[in-house]
């Protein structure tokens, strides 16, 4: 039995190509959609990270250079005032001896001078510490007591005696002046040391607290960076198993913003759709091995036909003149016949092994089945071989691509002849899956089985367990392939001696809006880069 | 006119017989044309031909099985087989078996006649073969 298909696929070429087309259009916005996002490359991060660290610790340098030139600042300070205070007191301890002994008092005055001389050659660095003030606090104090020591030495002078009043009164204010002198260098001296000590603490505090904040933000940086990386890194992982699982969508984009990885990205999309074009050739030229298996039994079958032309041709030229009118009718109308039937016996085969475009639609399952066992009949004529079709009522159709699915039964049901011996029995079952929303198709044959060491590696390319020349291994493998495509699997049971039983779990179609939209069902877990 | 050598035809293709039976009269033949296996055993049982023509591929029962029950039944007569080109292997075992020769499909009428021409001046009939032929075929 034979059926010509409703709906004849475009001619060769013109479905392809608008197929490619609209693939390459698809191709062409993902590539847009990864490109299109503002750059933030990782090298862009690492340098951020490094530059952050580096601005943090140029800070700190830049913080201690000036806190310790402050210190320098008022050490520098502390030894000029305590120079300053050494003379101050030495004066004072001449003043005391020429109070008591009537010393030379010349030599309190040249201390004071040195400590005068001592303030105004450092003049700079005490403005620096004390700000430009410092002359109206000092220096006026010790001219004072240098202007009342020359008093009391003009006096010495002049009474040349001990006692008098006036010498009692200048004594009492030199004595008050210089110790006020001194107590207040002293004070300016305990002041600044107390300020010089804060100002060691601080550096001691900008070390400690800088160092914790350097390491938070190398931590940090190195947090960010191994997240963006390592995260990348498992997405890819998770692209590559999904590829070699037979999923070949394209990556697309699932960040803000574009890096490293997206030229990664765009690398494995144009991996994925060389993939893709190579998988195509490999069904496309596995569809004509099978071709070429069914050509047998087509040229064998094709015999009857054509010679029943060539025997009534032949008769009608030997007997023309001798035939009546209804006699040649009966003949003509037996080679029109005969011919309609030869082309009837070709014509599914030819429909199969045209070269159509991928084209989705929703599909019923025991019709596709019964049109792939009529693409087979003559085979399983020619050895004899009964091939029973049996579906459940009211299946729901799922959503595929019907040549692929005919090749990937077509598949089936030639291994299941070839392990049938001649007059053998096949089984194929159209079922709703154990699990809700499959369908599952079942080619059962009654042959020696398969045994249970090689059931492993059935489905592995160039796998074969045919002689030398008659089976490629590619059958199974391309097979699995097309059904991973349309979202389902291939699984095999077997016991040795009772046959095997080849199933095949499809989706059935559940958005019928997507019809013509995706080029694949729609995976739950869609790709994202 | 020498008595008709009886012919036996079995091919489950009907034109076959329909075409077959008229031409091969017109050299002598009797010819007793069958679609069905069964039915041409059933016949080949009770009576003998001295020529039997079967196809070799059928649905329920092949022309091998054809030829070993005539070999059985009937020794004296000649089995031509009839083949597809797909199946010269079971023609060579068909020879094997004792077939008096094959004739692959398509054929013309006349590459049978002439067959079975060869098979009847074995049996020591002469055919008008000449008779079949006013084309000069």
Redesign the interface.
Known sequence: MTSIPQNQPPAVGAGGQAERTRLAERAEGIRRALVERPRFSLRLQMYLGFLAAFILSAGVAVALVYNFHDMENKIRFLEIVNDYVMEVEQARRFEKNFLLYGSNLSDALDSVFQAEQILTRNAGELAAVMGPGWSQVMLPKLRGYQALLERLGRLQGAAGAQGGPARQDLQARVRKEGQEMVSAALALLSKEKASLSTTTRRSRQILIYSLALLLVVLVLNAYLLGIRMLGSINRFGEYANRIAAGDYTPITPSRRYRDEFTDLALAINAMIQELENREAVLIQSHKMRAVGTLT?GV??EL??P???????A??L???YAGLSDAERQE?IA?VVQ?AGRAKKIISNLLDFARETGSQLEPLDLPHLLQETIDLAANQI??L?IKIQLQSSDNLPRVHGDSQQLRQVFLNLILNAIDASAKGGKIQVIVVPADEPNYVAVKVIDFGSGIPAHILPSLFDPFFTTKGRGKGTGLGLSVSQGIVAKHGGRIMVSSQAGQGATFTVVLPVTTIPAELGEGRHPEPANRAKA | MPEPLEVLLLDDEPIVGRRLKPALAKIGCAVEVFENPEKALARLQEKEFKIVVTDIRMDDIDGMQVLEFVRERWPESKVIMITGYAMMSLAREAMEKGAFDFIAKPFKPDDLRRVIAKAARALGYTLDFEAAAPEGG
Do not use: F, P, R, W
Not at chain 1, 306 to 312: D, Q, V
């Open positions: 047998s040229a064998h015999n009857n054509l010679n029943n032309i060539t025997l009534t032949h008769v030229q030997e007997d003949m037996d005969e004529k020619l004899g």
